[in-house]
Every structure is written in structure tokens, then in C-alpha cells.
């Protein structure tokens, strides 16, 4: 009979989750997850507005079939039902001045070119644009790993200034999609890490970008359904358990620390973020000195969820989301009407969820400029809208997503097991995703896969021990 072996995983993110549930999986180790707070799930939750009764995201969470491994763990822990998919690739954009939209959405055309004949109609960008924008598509769908890779110091903006785009295709086309999943400006941002999403994203499968979004509340997964495989796959949680520090024995990691408590195992997978994770290799032996180096030079951006509760529908039923042209602080509208519950919350016929990406020159503004803003630009596309307006809640994260700006990849470090008896973890380990929770859930199969000694495993395949991730039309998931 196999020994098991005992493994701590420290910090209860998508990343500590994943890790955890794949190395129990596997029938070789015997997990104990510690977290700092009161439930699991990390950087994805939710905070009670107490009038209201109304649990609301700290800030609009979007998923897309492209995130295979994020889907594999949610098939896993049996909570379909809180994910909502598009079939079809529909992304709206309207210009509020004006109230003209258009919409991108994929066709059966080959990649890269499924989204040709939707950008050929697209309103917001003139013909030259689109011209242009045909040389880059297909610069990006040539580009090896290795040529991309070597732009991680150059700026996006630069680099498709380089490559003859208009600054109109980079405002409306290029600098949203950065925006909204890189959370940073076009000007900011890597192009290795920007080429990525778009060759692996809008370029990549014609069903990559579908959008799916959460039916419920975002903690309610974490404190249910995966909560609840966790415990029934054997792992034994320890929540509210801050870990202070990691045991080291002059020639490897034993265990960690809590203020009252040691508590030893094999292995340790580190799976806080990347300032915690610094925090904690201050002062470790000679291989962490590089990484701590390295994590010190890394920074955060910040994401704000403004929230806005009606006691009257104002939007008609079939409006899902629409992206604002050229507004820079309400950037994208979101119905969030499916989520509200008659019985938590009677008075509110109308929630709309507006994410604030890239929020770092906006998160020191007053509640009150945000609101003022978030009025004014509502009233564009709905006139009428503050007559049945409730009240507005604003969630700030500061230090919500690590930063993919020039120069970041080279910063992040691998999930190899870089000492012994210690893997890192989190969704800034070098796995090309940005700050997502597929980069997080990619990041904790990584950790397993190294204590697996699964060397032939990569990180774009699909995990076998966990059943595959949804197609279109998959009957077990619902549609948004
Ligand atoms: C507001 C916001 C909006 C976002 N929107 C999206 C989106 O739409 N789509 C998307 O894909 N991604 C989005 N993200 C990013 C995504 O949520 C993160 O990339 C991902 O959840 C990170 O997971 P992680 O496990 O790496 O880290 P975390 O979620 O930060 O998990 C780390 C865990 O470690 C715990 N911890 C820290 N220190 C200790 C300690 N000393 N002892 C024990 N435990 C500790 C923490 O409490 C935390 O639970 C968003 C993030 C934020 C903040």
C-alpha cells in the first residue's frame, strides 16, 4: 500500500483551492488548508448591504469558456447551477452620447477570423480602422511563444502605434479588451502579456469568449458547493487560521506558524498573494532571495464595483451588459435582475452592476464624485433612471489584480518546487494568464502537478482527474 503524505496549503483562493482538491484527489496526499478569513474563496467575494439584505460582489466577476481549468473545478464541485453561459460570443458596445450600439459576436469562420464579419459592421470604427486592424490580427495569430515572450517590455499602445493602428482602434478596440481583462491601460501594459489574451481570447476558438456569469451571489459557491467537496474529499479546512510564518530547519520547509500553533507536514504549497507571499520568503534561505527580489518589484492595480439598486425596472429584459464607448470610469453595464431574490429583497426591481477596471486614478475619488459620475453616465443611456434610483453602493479593492505592466513576466516565478519542502502558488505564478481566476485555478494545478511529479504535464492541458469543462449546449449548464 502507497504511504500518503501531508501537505499544507496555505491561503484559501481559487489557487490554495485548486492545489488542495487535486493533490487530495489524487489518493497520494492528505491536504490541510489554512485561511486567514472567515470563508474561502479569496479575492472572489462578497460583501451584505445590511439595508437591503442584498449580498453584492466586490466587484463584477465575469468568466469565459476559454477558462477551462476554472470550469473544470466548478464541474468538479458540482456548482454548475451558479454559472450562466452565452452560447453565442455576443459582446454589445454602445456609445452613450449617441445611443448607436454595435456588437461583436464569432461566426463560422476560421480563427482568427470568426469575429470578421461582426467587426466589418462594427459602428464605433471607421473603415481605415478596421483596414489597419487586419494587419495586426494577423500579426498576432503568427506570432510564436518565443517572439511574444520577447515584447514583455514594450507597451501595447507602443507597439500597435508601431503597427500602424489608429489611436480611434486603440481607444474603442484594443485598449477595452486590455482594459477590462488586464485591468490597466493600453499605455501600461505588457504587450507579451496583451498579445496573449488576444491570441488565446478573441482570436483563439470561436467559442473562447463567451461570457458566463455568476447566478448567485460570489461567496455562495465558496461557502456551498465547493466548501462541501472539499470536506467530503477529506481535506480538513482551518478557517479564520492566519499562518504568520513557514517553518524552516536549515535544509527544508517542515511546517508553519500560527500565533498560538505549529502544525507540520511534507510539503507546503504557499498559496497567498504575491505581497503576503513576499512577506512570508523575507529572510529565507538562499533560493527564495531571488524571488522575494523579484515579488518586492511587483505591484497591484485596483478594481472599484459600483452598484446601483432601483425600486422600479428601467432596463427592458433582454439587456445583458453593454460596454460604454469612451466613458472612462462607468466602463461597462451589467443587468444583474436574474440574481435578485423577491424574498431578501422586495423593494428592488433593478440592479445594475458597473466594474471600474484599471480604478488606480480613480480610487481615492469621494463616494459622492463616484456617484455623481455613475448618475451622469446612467442618465445617458437611461433619462430617466434617478427617479426610481434607491441608493448606490461602492465596493473599493485596491489591491485587486497583480500587475501585467512591461517588464511584469519576468518577475513572476514558477510553481517548482524551489526548495524543498515548499511550492508556490496564486494566480500571479508565470503561467501567461493574467490576474484571473483561471490564472489562479492554472496556478494550483501547476503546485499539484509539481508535487505530483507530473513532469509531462502542461499547463494548458485539461486536468484528467476532474470531468471537462462545459461545450456549448451543454444541457447541465444554463444560459445567460
Ligand atoms: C474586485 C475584483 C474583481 C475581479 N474580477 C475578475 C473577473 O471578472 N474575472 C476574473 O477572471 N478574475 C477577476 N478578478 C481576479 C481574481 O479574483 C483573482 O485573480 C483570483 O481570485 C486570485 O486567486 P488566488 O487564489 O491567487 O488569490 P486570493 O484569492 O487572493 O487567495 C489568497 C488567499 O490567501 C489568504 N491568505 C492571505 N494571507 C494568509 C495567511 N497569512 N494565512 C492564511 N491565509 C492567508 C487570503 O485570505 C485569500 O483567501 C477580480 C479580482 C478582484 C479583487
Redesign the pocket.
Known amino acids: 500500500m502507497q504511504l500518503m503524505r501531508n501537505a499544507i496549503v496555505?491561503?484559501?483562493?481559487?489557487?490554495?483551492?485548486s492545489a488542495a482538491l487535486a493533490l487530495q484527489d489524487s489518493g497520494k496526499w492528505n491536504i490541510k488548508l489554512?485561511?486567514?478569513?472567515k470563508t474561502?474563496?479569496?479575492?472572489?467575494s462578497s460583501i451584505t448591504d445590511n439595508e437591503t439584505g442584498l449580498k453584492l460582489?466586490?466587484?463584477?466577476?465575469?468568466?469565459f469558456r476559454i477558462?477551462d481549468h476554472?470550469l473544470q473545478l466548478i464541474n468538479r464541485c458540482n456548482a454548475q447551477n451558479s454559472i450562466k453561459f452565452q452560447q453565442k460570443t455576443v459582446l454589445s458596445f454602445t456609445d452613450p452620447n449617441s445611443g448607436i450600439t454595435g456588437t461583436l459576436y464569432d461566426s463560422n469562420l476560421k480563427p482568427p477570423n470568426q469575429m470578421l464579419k461582426s467587426i466589418l459592421k462594427f459602428p464605433h470604427l471607421t473603415f481605415k480602422d478596421k483596414l489597419k486592424m487586419r494587419k495586426v490580427v494577423k500579426k498576432l495569430s503568427k506570432m510564436t511563444e518565443e517572439e511574444r515572450i520577447n515584447l514583455d517590455d514594450i507597451s501595447f499602445e507602443t507597439w500597435l502605434k508601431e503597427n500602424g493602428q489608429t489611436q480611434n482602434s486603440i481607444d474603442v478596440f484594443w485598449g477595452f479588451f486590455v482594459l477590462a481583462a488586464l485591468?490597466l491601460s493600453v499605455k501600461e501594459a505588457s504587450t507579451a502579456q496583451a498579445a496573449f489574451l488576444f491570441r488565446k481570447g478573441l482570436f483563439g476558438n470561436p467559442d473562447a469568449f463567451d461570457v458566463g456569469a455568476f447566478a448567485e451571489d460570489l461567496s455562495y459557491i465558496f461557502e456551498n458547493q465547493i466548501s462541501k467537496t472539499l470536506v467530503e474529499s477529506g481535506i480538513k479546512i482551518y478557517n479564520s487560521?492566519?499562518?504568520?510564518s513557514l517553518i524552516w530547519n536549515g535544509e527544508k520547509y517542515t511546517g508553519v506558524k500560527t500565533s498560538t500553533e505549529e502544525f507540520s507536514a511534507d510539503l507546503i504549497i504557499l498559496?497567498?498573494?504575491h505581497n503576503?507571499t513576499k512577506k512570508?520568503l523575507k529572510d529565507g534561505p538562499e533560493p527564495t532571495k531571488v524571488i522575494y527580489e523579484n515579488l518586492s518589484k511587483m505591484d497591484f492595480n485596483s478594481?472599484i464595483?459600483i452598484h446601483g439598486l432601483y425600486n422600479k425596472k428601467i432596463t427592458k429584459n433582454d439587456f445583458h451588459f453593454t460596454a460604454l464607448i469612451n466613458e472612462p470610469i462607468i466602463q461597462i453595464v451589467f443587468n444583474r435582475n436574474f440574481e435578485l431574490n423577491e424574498e431578501v429583497s422586495p423593494d428592488i426591481k433593478q440592479w445594475l452592476s458597473i466594474?471600474v477596471s484599471y480604478a488606480d486614478p480613480y480610487i481615492k475619488y469621494s463616494k459622492q464624485d463616484l456617484e455623481e459620475e455613475y448618475k451622469k453616465v446612467i442618465g445617458k443611456m437611461w433619462p430617466e433612471h434617478e427617479k426610481y434610483l434607491s441608493k448606490i453602493v461602492i465596493?473599493k479593492?485596491p489591491?485587486?489584480?497583480f500587475s501585467t505592466k512591461t517588464e511584469s513576466t519576468k518577475l513572476r516565478p514558477s510553481a517548482e518546487e524551489i526548495i524543498p519542502g515548499l511550492i508556490l502558488?496564486?494566480?500571479?505564478i508565470n503561467n501567461n494568464w493574467p490576474?484571473?481566476?483561471?490564472?489562479?485555478v492554472t496556478?494550483?494545478l501547476m503546485a499539484a502537478a509539481t508535487a505530483l511529479n507530473m513532469d509531462s504535464w502542461k499547463n494548458d492541458e485539461l486536468w484528467n482527474d476532474w470531468p471537462k469543462p462545459p461545450k456549448r449546449g451543454d444541457q447541465n449548464w444554463n444560459k445567460l
Open positions: 496555505v491561503g484559501g483562493g481559487l489557487a490554495g483551492i489554512f485561511e486567514a478569513g474561502l474563496g479569496g479575492r472572489v460582489d466586490n466587484c463584477q466577476h465575469a468568466c477558462y476554472f485591468n487560521t492566519k499562518i504568520n498559496a497567498t498573494p503576503i512570508m478594481l464595483g466594474p465596493v479593492t489591491n485587486a489584480t502558488s496564486g494566480d500571479y490576474s484571473t481566476m483561471e490564472g489562479a496556478s494550483g
